[in-house]
C-alpha cells in the first residue's frame, strides 16, 4: 500500500515533527511493508530523519505525481484547516485534497483540529473540501461542531491527537522529576503575556524550583523565551535554562514528559507532557488549547489575549497544579491511556 502525508511537515516545528513521527510509526506498526511519501518543506531532510519517500510539497508536479500513484492522501493531523494565520493555509490543504479528489485518490482528513474560520471564503472551500473526502476524522469535539455549523453533514469522528499514541519507549513520565519545563511563544497582541510569565518563574525560582525553557518552533520560540528572561530579575540563576532549539525531537519529548509539571503555550508542548503523564498548567491563545486541557481534565488559568489577569494569578495556579499532582495525573490518565489505543486503532483503519 502506498499513502501521501500531507502536513506542516518539514518546517522544523516540534509539534507537527512529532505528528508525522507518531503517525509513521503507528502506520508500520499497523502494516509493516507500507509505503509513506511526505510533502514537506525540507524533503532530503524528511527522508534522512524518518526513512521515507518525500517530495517538495510546493513543487506541484511531484505533489500531483505522489498523489496519482498513491492509494490514499492522508490530511493531517494538526491545525491545518484555519485561517488565524491567513488565508493561505486552507488554500494549500484544501488544494491538496482537490488534487486527490481530481485524480480519484481516496482522501482521509486525519486526526486535524479545524478552525478557526473566520471569513466566508475559508468555511465556504473547506465545506465543499470536506464534502468530497471518504473519512473524515477530528481531534476535538469543538473541530466536529464547527464543521457542522458550516454544512459539513459527512460522518464525523473524534479522534485523540496522534501525538498521544507515541512510543512509550520513547516518552515516559518521571516519578522523581525535580523541574518545571515552560513553553512559550511570540504573540500579535504584544509581550505582555510574557512579562506576567517572568513574574511567576521569578517567584518560582525564589521558592527553589527548576525551571527549563522548551522551545517547541526552534529559535522562535528560543526567541520568546529571551524575551521573559530579559524580563526576569533572575535571569541569571543558575537553575534556569533554555533548551538547545535544535535539540532533537526525542529530547524535546522527553524534557516535557519527565517534568513534574509543564507550563506552556504550545499545543504539542502540552500534548508531550500528556502523554508521559505529566500534569500541565495551559496559558491559552487558542480554542484548541482550551479543548485540548478539557480533555485532559487540566485546568486553564489565563488566556493571553485577556487582561484579566497577572503573574500572580499564573503563580497561584502552577502552585495549585502542583499541590494536586496526583489528582491531575489521575485525570490525564483517564483520558490518555484509552486514547493512545485509539490513536492505533485509527491507524489500523486507514492502511487496512
Not at 508531550?272 to 481534565?297: E, M, Q, R, V, W
Amino acid at each position: 500500500m502506498k499513502i501521501v502525508l500531507s502536513g506542516y511537515f518539514g518546517f522544523d516545528n516540534a509539534g507537527d515533527e512529532a505528528i508525522l513521527h507518531s503517525m509513521i510509526h503507528a502506520f508500520r506498526d499497523e502494516r509493516p511493508d507500507v509505503v509513506i511519501t511526505v510533502l514537506s518543506n525540507q524533503p532530503e531532510k524528511t527522508k534522512q530523519s524518518y526513512g521515507v519517500d518525500a517530495v517538495n510539497r510546493w513543487n506541484l508536479k511531484e505533489v500531483i505525481g505522489a498523489v496519482r500513484s498513491a492509494d490514499r492522501l492522508i490530511s493531517g493531523g494538526g491545525s491545518l484547516l484555519q485561517d488565524k494565520t491567513g488565508p493561505k493555509s486552507v488554500l494549500y490543504y484544501c488544494g491538496v485534497m482537490a488534487i486527490a479528489h481530481v485524480l480519484r485518490t481516496p482522501v482521509t482528513v486525519y486526526a486535524q483540529g479545524i478552525g478557526p474560520l473566520a471569513s466566508r471564503a475559508s468555511r465556504l472551500l473547506t465545506r465543499q473540501t470536506m464534502k468530497k473526502v471518504d473519512q473524515l476524522t477530528v481531534r476535538d469535539e469543538a473541530s466536529r461542531a464547527l464543521l457542522r455549523e458550516i454544512g459539513v453533514e459527512n460522518d464525523i469522528d473524534v479522534v485523540p491527537d496522534p501525538v498521544l499514541g507515541m512510543n512509550p519507549e520513547v516518552i515516559r513520565a518521571a516519578p522523581d522529576a525535580d523541574y518545571i519545563a515552560v513553553s512559550v511563544r511570540s504573540w500579535p497582541s504584544g509581550r505582555a503575556h510574557l512579562r506576567k510569565i517572568a513574574g511567576t518563574l521569578d517567584r518560582l525560582l525564589e521558592e527553589g524550583e527548576r525551571i527549563v525553557f522548551l522551545p517547541m518552533h526552534g529559535e522562535e520560540d528560543a526567541r520568546a523565551a529571551s524575551q521573559v528572561l530579559a524580563s526576569m530579575k533572575h535571569s541569571g540563576h543558575e537553575n534556569v535554562r533554555v533548551l538547545d532549539a535544535d535539540a532533537p525531537l526525542e529530547e524535546k519529548q522527553r524534557t516535557a514528559a519527565e517534568a513534574k509539571l509543564v507550563v506552556g503555550m504550545r499545543l504539542h508542548a502540552l500534548i508531550f507532557a500528556a502523554a508521559g503523564y505529566t500534569p500541565f498548567t495551559p496559558i491559552s491563545y487558542d480554542p484548541k488549547i482550551d479543548a485540548f486541557a478539557s480533555l485532559c481534565g487540566q485546568p486553564v488559568p489565563v488566556h493571553v489575549e485577556e487582561d484579566n489577569w497577572e503573574s500572580s494569578d499564573l503563580t497561584a495556579a502552577v502552585h495549585e497544579a502542583l499541590d494536586q499532582r496526583d489528582t491531575r495525573q489521575r485525570a490525564l490518565a483517564a483520558y490518555v491511556t484509552p486514547a493512545k489505543e485509539a490513536v492505533q486503532k485509527l491507524a489500523a483503519a486507514v492502511v487496512s
